[in-house]
């Protein structure tokens, strides 16, 4: 498939009266007037979606108990979701971008509640995780629709600044936001409330997404890649299944290296069958720009660092601190405020007139010393000493480059590739989550017994002096994984200083992008091309 996107060094040139591309043909459409209206709706669907990865752990101990799990298959109410969002996020992309985003956005909210409401009434651990894993078949789905409908809705670079900072906020603080509903909810309704408020709240977004959004259109004329669609899904679900494994196996375990080891060759498949099939799931051009590459790889990264953290911050808080879930919830509050005030006052202010890479550098520097911050801290750290400016520096750090890294893995694409551009992004965060939990949790429990090891204690002993040295051990293996997040926060940094080169994006009316065969077509109103600097 020929690139549609524009060329490095090709100028964009105006479309307006009398050129010689106006002849016969209409100005582009007045932006839609209800576009902040459709924003709220985006934005109310993705942090669903965000939400629903946080919002279980905080219920998952009572689920246990109510249901009946086991401690070895209860990982399934967060594995089943995971894998089906993370292995199907191709797929789901390139159908919205077949069939339309806004179809695929309603389809995917309604299938979302559905699954929520049975996951709620669950009778066994069988039905939670059938549950869980169609919300995460549809999550695949609704994710790529809604930020590709983002994408195609607001074209002016100032507003797609403002956009992407409120997108950008939602999808850094909806972790968080998870953590804190999930307490609220399971402390004084019931777990079973922490999938049936998904219910309403889709129910709200699929009305404002049938009245507010307008449908970019689809692909004439497409097909899907039937081939291609079984090869994606089933190399990143190998490769997700495989490190949500390394968690409770080991990294050297044979079943483990299978599955990721397979999952890499059947992805390398998949690459060699996008250069040959007639519509491909992933156009290999979306990945070879290296603006995209390098905001993908970023958020990648990103994504590993930032998963093990909230993870080891949540067990600190609750097992050493001996915080209430709804307390623990609170404290990531500010962390929240600090990401909105990053992602709509100075990002979304900042990215039109200076390179993404201005944005993205200074902001994961200072997340990462945020995380040291927290790596410092031990089992008398104060909650104002440690973790309160640890957390509002990640905050403020991550709004200005989720924004940033967002705006430019999505950008300069073709309005009919832009389900696969947005479902790229997605796999990489879902991927690098699934790198970040099973790769920080082994290097935490390696320091841990490390730690134990070398001070000679038996953790099988129950004595008062055993108990605080356990907890002493556990505080110094979040804090080897802590220091080792914040060391791939500042290499996400290298590789967007090194990859995202572009210069800052101008203001333009319209421009023109070459199309297929060298032909140029109009494209309205768009983000100004960016040359490489």
Not at 363 to 375: K, N
């Amino acid at each position: 498939m020929a690139d549609t996107a524009l060329p490095e060094n090709v100028p964009a040139r105006p479309v307006g009266p009398g050129t010689a591309l106006d002849k016969g043909r209409e100005a582009p459409p007045p932006p839609d007037p209800r576009r902040w209206w459709g924003l709220v709706v985006i934005a109310l669907a993705q942090l669903i979606v965000v939400l629903d990865m946080t919002i279980v752990n905080i219920a998952l101990p009572s689920a246990q108990q109510d249901l009946g799990m086991t401690d070895g298959n209860r990982q399934w109410a967060i594995t089943a979701y995971t894998l089906a969002f993370g292995g199907l996020l191709l797929l789901g992309g390139r159908l919205g971008d077949l069939f339309g985003r806004k179809r695929s956005f309603v389809i995917g909210l309604i299938g979302f509640a559905v699954a929520s409401a049975l996951g709620g009434a669950a009778t066994g651990p069988g039905m939670l995780f059938a549950a869980r894993a169609l919300q995460g078949v549809f999550a695949a789905l609704l994710a790529p629709a809604a930020l590709s409908l983002l994408t195609t809705t607001f074209t002016d670079p100032r507003e797609r600044g403002k956009a992407f900072g409120v997108f950008g906020a939602i999808a850094g603080a909806g972790s968080a936001i998870g953590m804190l509903v999930g307490g609220l909810l399971t402390e004084y309704l019931d777990w079973r409330w922490c999938l049936y408020v998904n219910a309403p709240v889709a129910a709200v977004a699929v009305i404002g997404a049938i009245v507010m959004l307008k449908d970019p259109g689809r692909r004439t004329g497409g097909r899907l890649d039937i081939l291609g669609a079984v090869l994606g899904t089933a190399g990143v679900l190998s490769i997700v299944y495989g490190l949500s494994e390394a968690e409770s196996r080991d990294w050297g375990d044979t079943w483990v290296l299978t599955l990721v080891s397979g999952g890499v060759l059947i992805l390398g498949i998949f690459s060699l069958w996008q250069t040959r099939a007639r519509t491909p799931l992933l156009p290999l051009h979306i990945v070879k720009d290296r603006q995209r590459a390098g905001a993908y790889l970023t958020m990648g990264l990103v994504t590993i660092a930032m998963f093990g953290v909230f993870l080891f911050l949540t067990f600190y808080l609750q097992g050493i601190k001996g915080w209430s879930p709804l307390k623990t919830g609170a404290a990531y509050l500010p962390m929240t405020a600090c990401m909105i005030i990053g992602s709509t006052q100075i990002s979304a202010r900042l990215l039109h007139r200076v390179p993404a890479r201005v944005l993205i550098m200074p902001g994961l520097t200072l997340a990462a010393g945020g995380l040291a911050f927290l790596a410092s801290m031990d089992v008398d750290a104060t909650y104002l000493s440690h973790v309160l400016p640890g957390i509002c520096m990640m905050g403020l750090g991550m709004g200005v480059t989720f924004m940033a890294a967002i705006s430019t893995a999505t950008g300069r694409v073709a309005p009919h590739e832009q389900g696969a551009a947005s479902a790229t992004l997605n796999t990489m965060q879902q991927v690098g989550g699934s790198v970040g939990t099973a790769l920080l949790n082994t290097i935490a429990a390696g320091a841990t017994t490390d730690w134990l090891t070398g001070h000679g204690v038996n953790p099988a002993q129950q004595t008062s002096q055993v108990k605080a040295a356990l907890a002493e051990a556990t505080v110094h293996g979040y804090s080897v994984a802590t220091w080792t997040s914040a060391g791939i926060l500042l290499l996400a940094a290298l590789v967007a200083g090194v990859f995202i080169n572009a210069k800052a994006p101008g203001r333009q009316a319209g421009t023109v992008t070459a199309g297929p065969a060298g032909a140029e077509r109009e494209t309205g109103t768009v983000e100004a091309p960016v040359h490489a600097g």
